[in-house]
């Protein structure tokens, strides 16, 4: 700004301009118009106007070039622009010829002041140049002036050394003493110039004030600034960025860098950028995301490609750094800009590489590549982050660009073969994440299939095995849709897909003569088609397919007869498949003269072909070894496994086939399937059983899956062909245990289903106790897809025949069948999501909605029980119905002919639970204590009049019931017996199990307030309601429970006379209501009003009273003895207020035998009474 002082007005010309003059008039009265042959160009009149100038004005003085100075750095001068007009005060305007001359000089000119100067000179000049020019140019002028230098070398003739002069050498080192001025004489312009060198400098600099540092610039021109302000960042030295920054900082490969490395970091590897710390290198993860926004295509697509490189890291990075990132939502955000990406439709292939490959980092996309698709039907696979990314996206936008990605052949698409392989396994991905999801992708189903299968050259050739490995992938994902979603299942079935695999069974890859690793991934795509009809098939869809091309399924039982001890693993897949599939065709047949038919196929169509036949081959083939005796756990041996087990279930199903659809009931298809298997298969399923139960904790989960699985088929097949495995119920019941006792519970509990409902009838059970304890443990262990089990396993358990006088009880004619309906809806509370068994089942074909455990979505919104797996106490289900009766479901659905009020409901389901539940074991093993509190109290709470109860349920009180109290005291007992329980992070209350029944409407705070509101109003003392109230005063629940009891409803204390032994212990102990101690000023005050009014007295409330002073006194005086100063005003009030007993013995507790009194009554070794005043008395 300084710069502005040195400019000066200048004289105005002696002489004013003449005013112009008109040209003479003409006759007309209007200006003559000349032909354009007579006009003069204003080109030529400029330059005439010029020339006159220059030779009318001797005053006037050449432009001279800007000065470039030369460092001592080795900077060489340059000559930066050319004279407009250089003439002298006499001579005439320069001809063009002369121009080479006046360069000549102008550049000597130059030569002579830069060797003039000093160093300091040279410095300040050169600091001017980088000042006003970027380091670009300086280095194109440095460049160029070399490139001169060099030419005027080669055009000078060679001279001997001692006829050369002394000049500056125009070069990169300038090192040596500045030549001498020329003696020859100079222009008058060049004169003028050496004797005005300030004058030039003004010319030539136009910055010529010293250089400020920021904090002078700020001190002379923003002197009232804040140094803060926004405005004035531009003061601020780039480089200073703080070495104590605290953002996590990452290079272009995705590496966390330390903050020593983010400040030492050289520029040259292009991690510095002009973020907000900008001498820091690398890029934060705030950076990275503001900057994959940009609108500058490379910078976008390389910051892309680091947030991808991040996410798929994620797992390997330090705890610390994971954890930043977890803050930092880096997922979430991956999935937010590639969705982003991809919706708006972007058309830059390097940015849709790097998007691609950022969102399958993201979705972990990778663990699915490799993922066998039976297996993963057994275990949930549950990701919330991409659940409720999946919730939030537009998948129909969002499907339709990935439609139009990938509907064009590999070598056509406008993806690289990464690409496509990525994305199809995104696809996978969310299929198995999303419901909705999968009905999506199954409708661009038709596409991928056109794109990579049916244009599979078929059998294929070695030069396609890429495109092979492409159709396998996009098989997979037909074949997730499929088990997935039925809805997803139609979907492709409507888009005639599976029509179009037919072409894979035509020339099936046994006839192709190819080499062995086309062969390979033959078999695997045809074993792909296979599991995918099957798949389909267990919705009761497509069963045509076995009229379509009957011989296809003739030629693959032909195959499955040949199969070797050679035979790949590819090829037994393929071998399951198919006989899977035939398992579903033979139950979905029934006879087509029942009333029954629901589905595609009926018996006739089955019944004559030799499926039978072909299982048995394959049973009595040499290659299918018994596994168990080989204890063999390779990949080869688990697949001749499952081919077995496959096998096995055919025979099983078509066994119940004949049994339902012949004459006599298929004996005579049973004694010839019974005469065709092994002589020793009773045997061996029994040492299989063995096997099972002993399967140590080190073998595979997959191991220990199919070896039940295969023994589970044996014994079923054994039950249904009359053939014992086990010699009575006893050892049925004791394998069962044995079972029980494995770590992998869950890979054992369809073998455990199979054995429980082995017997005929619940009639046949002797050991009613035993099967029932078994058959709980079941129940309690089942997972979504057991329903259709644990349905019939709680038929059986209210047909029981139980001890006539406990059923006599419940005072109905059908016993605890009445809860038949509350029970099946806890197992099942929604139809709409009903995962199909894992054994089908002609009755629920039709009702299956998917095939998958882990994508099934948890009906919350009826408050009730959410379906499997149960919690401990789902046997009080009917208790959640009753609180709900005008909104449950399930009384919607009960059967017209149910009459059960609801003092028999109350009495059957406290029986059912004292026979299952064992009240003396509720903190071993069934319950928990706060399970058991919250369902006693559902019955108190129970009594709130509800305008649409029938009489009769209006004037009686169900908790004075003698049959309801009597269960309730036995439930009660338990818990008012200290025990010690294991130690845990969370301390889980009423409060947060009521969770599940209450849902987000009710709190536990307001259900707890109408237990008080009904004990106040209806309790008269009764004794197990009042110890239902204390519980919550415990701290494990916020204090407003305690406010309410001891500050608001206080009127209740006078009537809650309770024991330390009648105190429930909801965790175990009376501790959690002692410590620590009380801090709520309101919650103090309640405690000293309660003992001063004399509320809690000691000999009649002795628990209540012993809390409250415990409370006050640990409050007032600290554990050396000295008075708190925050609380002398709460002592000085029960001083004053209270009887001498009273602070007596408040005086008395803070000493160490008042202590070690309430210590040994906690602990249950003496009684409360004796305790406190024997020691009372002795001090």
């Not at 994902?477 to 037919?502: E, H, P, V």
């Not at 798949?535 to 693959?556: D, H, I, K």
């Amino acid at each position: 700004m300084a710069f502005v002082r040195d400019i000066k007005e200048r004289n105005s010309a002696s002489t004013p301009p003449a005013p112009p003059s008109l040209s003479d008039p003409s006759t007309s009265g209007f200006p003559s118009v000349p032909h354009r042959s007579q006009r003069v160009s204003a080109f030529k009149r400029a330059r005439t106007e010029n020339a006159a100038r220059q030779t009318t004005s001797s005053s006037s003085t050449a432009y001279q070039a800007p000065v470039i100075g030369v460092a001592a750095s080795g900077l060489a001068p340059a000559l930066v622009s050319a004279p407009i007009s250089s003439a002298s005060s006499s001579g005439p305007s320069r001809q063009p010829s002369d121009i080479q001359g006046m360069l000549r000089e102008i550049q000597a000119e130059n030569e002579n002041k830069v060797a003039a100067m000093s160093e300091s000179e040279r410095q300040r000049e050169l600091q001017d140049l980088q000042e006003t020019f970027s380091p670009k140019i300086m280095e194109m002028l440095a460049q160029r002036a070399q490139r001169r230098a060099q030419q005027v070398q080669a055009l000078q003739p060679p001279r001997s050394e001692g006829s050369r002069r002394t000049e500056p050498a125009v070069a990169m080192e300038t090192e040596s003493e500045p030549a001498s001025a020329p003696t020859t004489s100079q222009p008058t312009a060049d004169r003028r110039t050496a004797e005005s060198p300030s004058r030039l400098q003004r010319k030539v600099h136009f910055a010529a004030a010293e250089a400020l540092s920021p904090s002078e610039i700020q001190k002379q021109y923003f002197p009232g600034e804040d140094p803060d302000n926004a405005h004035l960042q531009w003061l601020q030295d780039a480089d200073s960025g703080s070495p104590e920054s605290s953002s996590l900082r990452f290079d272009l490969s995705g590496r966390p860098l330390t903050i020593e490395e983010a400040a030492a970091l050289p520029s040259h590897l292009g991690l510095h950028h002009h973020g907000e710390e900008a001498g820091q290198a690398g890029y934060t993860i705030k950076e990275i995301l503001m900057l994959c926004a940009s609108s500058f295509g490379p910078q976008r697509t390389i910051m892309l490609s680091l947030l991808g490189k991040i996410a798929s890291q994620l797992d390997t990075y330090k705890q610390q750094v994971r954890r930043e990132l977890m803050h930092d939502k880096v997922r979430e955000s991956c999935l937010e800009i590639t969705t982003q990406i991809l919706v708006t439709g972007e058309k830059n292939s390097a940015l849709l590489r790097e998007t691609i490959a950022c969102l399958y980092a993201a979705i972990k996309a990778e663990q699915f590549e490799n993922l066998d698709d039976t297996e993963a039907i057994h275990y949930p696979i549950v990701d919330f982050q991409i659940q409720s990314w999946v919730q939030k996206a537009p998948l129909e936008d969002l499907m339709a660009r990935v439609k139009q990605l990938l509907s064009s052949k590999p070598s056509q698409s406008v993806l690289t073969e990464t690409s496509i392989r990525q994305l199809l396994a995104v696809l996978l991905a969310l299929c198995y994440h999303s419901f909705d999801a999968a009905d999506a992708i199954a409708g661009i189903s038709s596409t991928l299939i056109r794109s990579f299968v049916t244009s599979l050259e078929w059998p294929v050739p070695a030069e396609e095995m890429t495109n092979a490995s492409i159709a396998v992938q996009t098989l997979r994902i037909n074949l997730a849709c499929a088990m997935t979603s039925r809805s997803g299942a139609k979907a492709q079935l409507q888009a005639s897909c599976y029509d179009q695999f037919l072409r894979f069974l035509a020339i099936p890859p046994w006839r192709a003569n190819e080499g062995a690793t086309s062969k390979t991934i033959m078999f695997r795509i045809t074993g792909l088609v296979m599991r995918i009809f099957e798949s389909v098939a267990r919705y009761g869809l497509n069963g045509s397919l076995l009229s379509t091309a009957p011989e296809l399924w003739l030629f693959v039982g032909q195959w499955t007869g040949r199969l070797t001890a050679s035979a790949s693993i590819d090829e037994l897949a393929l071998a399951s498949a198919y006989f899977d599939l035939l398992r579903v065709w033979v139950i979905s047949a029934t006879d087509p003269h029942s009333m029954e038919k629901e589905h595609d196929l009926v018996w006739t169509q089955v019944g004559g072909l030799e499926w039978a036949e072909e299982a048995l081959h394959v049973l009595g083939a040499d290659f299918v070894r018994d596994p168990f005796k080989s204890g063999s756990s390779s990949r080869k041996d688990l697949g001749i496994a499952k081919l077995e087990q496959s096998a096995v279930e055919l025979l099983a199903a078509w066994t119940a086939g004949v049994t339902k659809n012949t004459l006599r009931g298929g004996a005579e298809a049973k004694d010839a399937l019974k005469k065709g298997l092994p002589v020793d298969f009773a045997e061996n399923t029994r040492k299989g059983l063995q096997a099972v139960a002993s399967l140590d904790a080190a073998s595979s989960g997959s191991q220990l899956r199919v070896w039940a699985g295969l023994a589970d088929s044996r014994f079923m097949l054994c039950s249904r062909l009359d053939m014992n495995v086990f010699a009575d119920e006893s050892a049925v019941l004791s394998y069962v245990r044995s079972l029980a006792a494995l770590k992998d519970v869950y890979s054992v509990r369809g073998l455990r289903y199979t054995l429980l409902q082995s017997f005929e009838s619940a009639k046949a059970v002797k050991d009613i106790s035993g099967w029932a304890e078994l058959a709980q443990s079941a129940i309690l262990g089942g997972h979504p897809g057991d329903e259709t089990s644990l349905l019939n396993m709680v038929d059986t358990l209210l047909d029981l025949p139980w001890d006539a006088a406990r059923i006599s009880s419940v005072s109905h004619p059908h016993g605890l069948y009445i809860l038949r309906p509350f029970l099946h809806y806890a197992i099942l509370p929604d139809l709409d999501v009903l995962v199909g068994p894992v054994r089908p089942l002609s009755s629920m074909l039709r009702v299956t909605t998917t095939l998958r455990r882990g994508t099934v979505a948890r009906n919350i919104r009826t408050g009730a029980v959410a379906g499997l797996p149960l919690s401990q106490d789902w046997l009080f289900a009917p208790f959640n119905a009753l609180l709900k009766r005008r909104s449950s479901p399930v009384f919607k659905q009960l059967p017209p002919a149910w009459n059960a009020t609801r003092l028999q409901v109350l009495r059957a389901t406290f029986v059912l639970a004292d026979l299952l539940l064992r009240p003396s074991q509720i903190n071993e093993r069934a319950m928990t204590g706060s399970q058991t509190l919250l369902n006693l109290m559902k019955v108190f709470v129970l009594e709130q009049v509800d305008p649409a109860d029938d009489e009769e349920t209006v004037q009686s009180e169900l908790f004075r019931d003698p049959v309801i109290e009597q269960s309730m005291g036995r439930f009660l007992a338990p818990l008012l017996r200290s025990s010690e329980q294991q130690p845990s992070s969370k301390i889980e209350n009423m409060a947060d199990i009521a969770k599940s029944f209450l849902g987000t409407a009710t709190t536990f705070y307001q259900f707890y307030y109408d237990f008080i509101e009904l004990y106040e109003s209806i309790s008269l003392g009764h004794k197990i309601f009042g110890q239902l109230a204390l519980p919550p005063l415990a701290h494990t629940y916020p204090l407003d429970y305690r406010k309410l009891i001891w500050c608001e409803q206080s009127s209740v204390l006078r009537t809650l006379r309770m024991s330390f032994d009648d105190v429930p212990r909801e965790h175990g102990t009376l501790g959690t209501y002692f410590e620590p101690i009380e801090e709520d000023d309101d919650i103090l005050r309640g405690y000293a009003r309660a003992l001063v009014e004399g509320a809690v007295k000691p000999r009649t409330h002795p628990f209540l009273y012993n809390l409250a002073a415990h409370h006050v006194v640990g409050a007032v005086w600290t554990t050396e003895g000295e008075m708190i100063e925050d609380k002398a005003a709460l002592w000085r009030s029960v001083k004053e207020s209270g009887d001498e007993e009273l602070v007596e013995a408040l005086y008395w507790r803070r000493t160490d035998l008042g202590e070690r009194a309430l210590e040994s009554v906690l602990r249950g070794e003496e009684k409360v009474e004796e305790a406190v005043y024997r020691k009372r008395r002795m001090v």
